[in-house]
């Protein structure tokens, strides 16, 4: 009547706690947005999504959007993330191996649109991130370059034309063009000077001004005649040196030609599937593959570089055995949704074990004597679990009997209602299996838990409650270590360690 009414109280406490937990953490849950991806390759579910290096979130689900024909990405967020219309999702490498991650620009309250400030609209659950950037593959460089390459090839054909036919002959034009007019210049100036000379012979003995002026008249053409030959000088010489410039810039150009020639030879081979490199870019099974081998490869590298490790150390002092029973918890965790639980328990009620044993004697035909002997052996548990939403399944080895178990996480995992049954055998001696329930609290930042609960419920017979078993209930704390708190202890013990050493 005592275990049923129990049994009773506990499902109606669960009952309540599940549904208040459920109303009011509804609402705290992330949100859910997506975007549309060309390329949707490296990215896998449960794979992060990030912010300045700081996870904010992971791939819900990947699928085809029959309207575009992309690949529509939905990500959900961490509760209390918040993102503006104008944010940015990036896909990024992480690694040589072809994986990706997503990193997350959230946007602003406020932006310039237009060079006006405008203030931009909150996501909701279900919104679309409109900008997406995306790294450019090694196909699409190729494309380009190929379309490129007859482009600059004409191009160079053109200036090598210019420049061995219409400058050339334009600058041997200029060159001839100066010296004949030179020439030409020179040989008026010694007539001019030949009829200033008649001038003077003429006038001598007239007046002095035509004298002075014939001798101005002089020395100016002499002026004249030394300004043109110098100016002719420095015509040539500079002739000389554009010429010069023509012909470097002739070889430069027939360089470049050779190169170009020979890079679209080599385009052209790739292209083609020639060489290897070749045959990895137009290769089908090739780049399938690769594209096998790294998917492979990343995943086994995700799934060690994701497992997570929580240490966990419990006492439950029971009050009827008046006794303290003790844990060391090993949680193996690769996938938010699976994980493994090894366990070494030392039980002050220890292993019972019973013993008949059956004399025959003069006054009785028979008699039987019952032994119940209760060791102190250290127990173990070796269990897989696996996890669907709130709630999580068990099954392996419990307390080193075979047993199955399953746990209800709820307020965000703060509160844990756990129930194990195991010890199948103790029905060889008349009694049910074991059956325990678990109540965990998380009271400071998932590193310090307040436990209690009841233990072996079904054989609630207070005669046999005790060191050698029977229905009990505790009360106890646990401390849980995560990766990051292991790492911690590691520096400061291997730190200690070292200054010991030392002195």
């Known amino acids: 009547m005592t275990v049923g009414l129990l049994v009773v109280i506990v499902s109606a406490i669960s009952y309540f706690l599940i549904r208040s937990t459920s109303e009011h953490t509804s609402g705290s849950k992330g949100i859910k947005v997506w975007g549309l991806f060309h390329d949707a390759s490296g990215l896998f579910e449960k794979s992060r999504v990030q912010t300045a290096g700081i996870s904010v979130g992971e791939i819900d689900k990947r699928e085809l959007d029959p309207v575009t024909a992309r690949a529509k990405v939905t990500i959900k967020l961490l509760p209390g993330i918040t993102m503006y219309e104008n944010a940015v999702v990036s896909k990024k490498s992480a690694s040589l191996l072809g994986e990706y991650y997503l990193e997350i620009d959230p946007g602003t309250p406020m932006a310039e649109v237009k060079g006006q400030p405008k203030a931009m609209r909150q996501l909701k659950d279900g919104d679309q991130v409109v900008n997406v950037r995306e790294p450019t593959a090694l196909g699409d460089i190729m494309a380009e370059v190929g379309t490129l390459m007859p482009i600059l090839h004409d191009i160079l054909d053109d200036v090598h034309k210019l420049t061995s036919g219409t400058v050339t002959d334009i600058a041997e034009n200029i060159n001839k063009?100066?010296?004949?007019?030179a020439d030409t210049l020179s040989q008026l100036l010694n007539r001019v000077d030949n009829i200033a000379a008649n001038v003077e012979s003429v006038t001598t003995a007239e007046s002095g001004d035509v004298k002075a002026s014939i001798k101005n008249v002089r020395d100016i053409t002499e002026s004249i005649k030394s300004l043109i030959g110098e100016t002719q000088g420095?015509?040539?010489?500079?002739?000389?040196?554009?010429?010069?410039?023509?012909?470097?810039?002739?070889?430069?150009?027939?360089?470049?030609?050779?190169?170009?020639?020979?890079?679209?030879?080599?385009?052209?081979?790739?292209?083609?599937?020639?060489?290897?490199?070749?045959?990895?870019?137009?290769?089908?099974?090739?780049?399938?593959?690769?594209?096998?081998?790294?998917?492979?490869a990343s995943g086994f590298v995700r799934s060690i570089t994701k497992l997570q490790t929580v240490v966990g150390l419990r006492t439950e002092y029971n009050f009827i055995s008046n006794g303290v029973k003790n844990y060391l918890s090993v949680q193996l965790i690769p996938r938010p949704d699976k994980f493994y639980l090894i366990e070494l328990i030392e039980d002050p009620r220890g292993y019972s074990s019973t013993t008949q044993t059956v004399t025959q004697g003069s006054a009785t035909p028979f008699s039987t004597q019952e032994t119940v002997t209760t060791t102190n052996s250290l127990r173990f548990s070796l269990m897989l679990g696996k996890r669907v939403g709130p709630v999580a399944g068990r099954f392996g080895i419990k307390e080193s009997t075979g047993g199955f178990g399953g746990d209800l996480f709820m307020l965000d995992d703060r509160l844990t209602l756990s129930v194990d049954v195991f010890n199948f055998a103790a029905s060889n001696v008349g009694q049910y299996p074991r059956v325990k329930t678990t109540v965990s609290w998380d009271v400071w930042n998932k590193t310090f838990y307040v436990v209690g609960g009841a233990d072996d419920l079904l054989n609630y017979t207070r005669g046999k409650a005790g060191a050698g078993g029977g229905f009990d209930y505790f009360l106890g704390a646990q401390l849980s270590f995560n990766d990051q708190d292991l790492k911690s202890l590691l520096l400061f013990g291997g730190g200690a360690a070292a200054g010991s050493a030392s002195k």
């Open 177 to 181: 063009l100066i010296e004949s007019n």
């Open 234 to 296: 420095q015509v040539a010489g500079t002739g000389g040196k554009v010429q010069g410039s023509i012909d470097r810039l002739q070889s430069t150009l027939d360089n470049l030609d050779k190169t170009m020639k020979n890079m679209e030879a080599v385009t052209s081979r790739l292209e083609k599937g020639e060489g290897t490199a070749g045959k990895l870019l137009t290769d089908d099974s090739i780049a399938n593959n690769i594209d096998d081998i790294t998917e492979n």
